[in-house]
């Protein structure tokens, strides 16, 4: 059994870490290209969301790398995610490729029955194993987490955005091969020093918020990097949802940590009470979270077609007037050109550092300060 | 005499203004892109220079567009700012209490909500062109009206038919079902201004609070009859600046002029590097990953000034200013 599943940002580090720990060979499929969206495409139905699109291109380069499992998530609710598995499945058989698809959902009652279905897919694995397996790949997750954060506080505040980028990209590959513990922490140490040596400037750095639909938040290939280009903007980002947060809410039904859920529901109450599928409550809420924590703004992102994500937008504009939070929508689908988005995005930066500009003159004036006459522009 | 020179190279046209230390219009000039933003610039630089008094300077150059950062190549430029700022700039500059900006462009609509003069909203249609200059083009090509004539007769319609306005194919199948049950054309063109300002309102504008005074500027701003429709659908007037057709230049320009001071010169390269190389763009598949990106080039004669479209920037940050290499 050579195993294999969909990415999702960082994702694959821990699953293989996971699995390796069940004694699994695993496939990883290729980093996300042009090619795996193209093959997407050219075999998912027209109307389905881009993250379909791109797990069929990951499940055909990983079943054309050797993989004969697929591994993935299930789910339920009125979000098309929960029948992904099953659509994907079908596209594949008809395409002819001989495989088996597991499809883990998330238990109903007890944590155990989890566990009893990463046991089953383990081979001659004792329950210790197993257990061993799963807190080494949380720890690898905590790690890179830890990482991100560190990484995106310094981006912004950087003059050597390059370099920035680069340690980056060596923590991902570090902790995919790290073996032990050990190594882990080794190579996050190493890392947090490296990024916290780096030149700053003095500009004022903008804080975003990053909501909207799981997928598209986590996986940079489909929001074509957003958290690098808001980076190179001198805007720090703060993504709404963590992998542990999202695993241990769907896939370990907060078994693991405590849930920030309860709290971000209740921080969506005011203006949605209620479920609406997807991530749409979760982004009103984690929006309306961000305007508490004293954000500059919130960019919502989501793949075209999202309905959760289009409910959530037109809850938005209430959000962004009552709670003086500046929001922005954008949309991903298969088009590869940039130029859109980045316009969008320094048009939205340019607009948060003078509201910004003018909130700190205001204030200085009520404290008595002098008020500059003209603002700067640009 | 030292002036300011504000570029916008957009999809559809590329717009380029001279104003003075009192940021007022010196000269412009206006010309179709035509798919080739590099000959547009060198083109609208050339005339803008005919134009231009014998004894004038360029103190300072911004650029805006979606071609802003070509121009800035060719041209160098001290700003290079999105066009949504700098229609913001240009329409508080034309009416200082300005509080709603509507521009409707070549491929792209936005709206910009001002308060006390700055950007407080904005918003950019998204995935389709239905609602902008390029589907009103191919209409009245269609019709065999020149665009130029689109609005004034419309103008003429005492009763506008109603035509589907959400997506550029329904409203085409509309105007060719109300032409067949035959409505007089006035009727039909006013319909069809109606439907996309109902298509703007309801897409760009979603949400938004508009409030007078309404500036409204972009190419189809010259459209008499899409004014029209704007005014009788929000019941505010609707000013159109004179130079709506260059707001985005002008106000990249103006950005620029208050980018150089003293103690930071123009970036401005001169007549010399922008009128006498010859600029050629090439582009490249980088065979480096499955992305296979389409990397472009920009050279002069035989000196590569730049390169952009590789998602992995191993082309476009291969050109530190010390190393800029030399294409055999």
């Not at chain 1, 929508?329 to 590869?336: G, K, N, Q, R, V």
Request: some cysteine; hydrophobic content about 40%.
């Amino acid at each position: 059994m050579r195993v294999t599943f969909p990415h999702m940002g960082f994702m694959h580090i821990p699953i293989k870490s996971l699995l390796e720990g069940l004694h699994r060979e695993v496939v990883v499929p290729p980093p996300i290209t042009q090619h795996t969206l193209a093959l997407g495409i050219k075999y998912a139905p027209e109307s389905a969301c881009l993250p379909l699109k791109i797990g069929l291109g990951n499940y055909i380069e990983a079943l054309e790398a050797g993989a004969d499992t697929i591994l993935m998530a299930g789910g339920w609710g009125p979000c098309r995610f929960g029948l992904y598995a099953q659509v994907q499945r079908d596209i594949l058989q008809e395409l002819g490729y001989d495989f088996q698809m597991v499809i883990l959902e998330a238990p109903d009652s007890k944590i155990s029955q989890l566990f009893d279905q990463l046991k089953r897919l383990g081979e001659k694995v004792s329950f210790f194993e197993a257990v061993q397996a799963i807190r080494f790949a949380w720890y690898k997750t905590a790690a890179i987490e830890k990482a991100e954060e560190r990484y995106l506080f310094t981006l912004p505040r950087t003059i050597d955005k390059d370099r920035a980028e680069q340690l980056w990209d060596q923590v991902l590959l570090g902790i995919d091969q790290a073996k032990s513990r050990k190594a882990v922490d080794e190579i996050l140490n190493q890392a947090l020093q490296a990024w916290d040596g780096l030149p700053l400037h003095h500009e004022p750095v903008l804080r975003i918020g990053l909501v909207g639909e799981v997928y598209t938040v986590l996986e940079p290939f489909s929001n074509q990097n957003i958290a690098r280009n808001l980076g190179r903007l001198n805007a720090e980002v703060s993504n709404s949802i963590q992998l542990t947060e999202w695993l241990n809410d769907n896939l370990f039904k907060g078994h693991l940590i405590k849930s920030r859920t309860p709290h971000i529901n209740n921080c969506a109450r005011p203006y949605l009470p209620c479920s609406v599928g997807g991530h749409g409550r979760e982004t009103v809420g984690t929006t309306v979270n961000f305007a508490h924590q004293g954000y500059d703004g919130v960019v919502q992102v989501g793949p075209l077609t999202c309905m959760p994500e289009i409910v959530a937008q037109t809850i938005l504009i209430r959000v962004a007037k009552e709670e003086q939070i500046p929001c922005m929508t954008l949309y991903f689908d298969e088009h590869s050109g940039n130029a859109g988005i980045q316009t969008r995005l320094e048009a939205f930066t340019d607009m948060l550092r003078r509201r910004k500009a003018l909130q700190t003159e205001n204030s200085d004036f009520q404290q008595g300060g002098t008020c500059s006459a003209v603002l700067s522009r640009g | 005499m030292q002036y300011f020179l504000g570029v916008d190279i957009g999809s559809v046209s590329s717009n380029f203004v001279l104003i003075d230390q009192q940021q007022q219009v010196v000269s412009k000039v206006y010309l179709r892109t035509n798919g080739n933003p590099v000959n547009a610039i060198r083109e609208g630089f050339q005339s803008l220079r005919r134009q231009m008094p014998e004894d004038a300077g360029i103190a300072a150059v911004g650029a805006t567009g979606s071609g802003r950062h070509l121009a800035d190549i060719i041209l160098g430029a001290d700003v290079v700012k999105n066009e949504i700022t700098t229609h913001a700039v240009a329409a508080c500059h034309y009416d200082p209490a300005c509080q709603t900006v509507i521009e409707i462009g070549g491929q792209d609509s936005k709206i910009i909500i001002l308060r006390d003069g700055i950007v407080y909203d904005f918003a950019m249609n998204t995935v389709c062109a239905a609602g902008t200059g390029s589907f009103l083009d191919q209409q009245a090509a269609r019709l065999g009206i020149a665009i130029e004539n689109l609005g004034e007769q419309s103008l003429a319609s005492s009763r506008p038919v109603r035509i589907a306005g959400r997506c550029g194919v329904f409203a085409e199948s509309d105007m060719i079902h109300k032409q067949q049950m035959g409505y007089p054309m006035s009727d039909i063109l006013m319909g069809l201004c109606e439907a996309m300002v109902r298509n703007y309102l309801n897409n760009v504008g979603k949400g938004k609070k508009i409030l007078a005074p309404v500036v409204f500027q972009g190419g189809v701003a010259a459209n008499r009859g899409i004014r029209k429709a704007f005014e009788k659908s929000l019941g505010l007037p609707v000013a159109v600046p004179e130079n709506h057709d260059v707001m985005g230049a002008i106000g990249a320009a103006i950005l620029a002029g208050e980018a150089v001071s003293a103690s930071q010169p123009t970036r401005f390269r001169g007549d010399g590097f922008i009128l006498e190389g010859d600029f050629k763009t090439r582009s490249l598949d980088c065979q480096g990953c499955p992305n296979l990106c389409e990397v472009a080039c920009i050279m002069r004669d035989r000196k590569i000034l730049s390169y952009w479209g590789d998602r992995c920037r191993k082309w476009e940050t291969s050109l530190k200013p010390a190393a800029q290499a030399v294409v055999v």
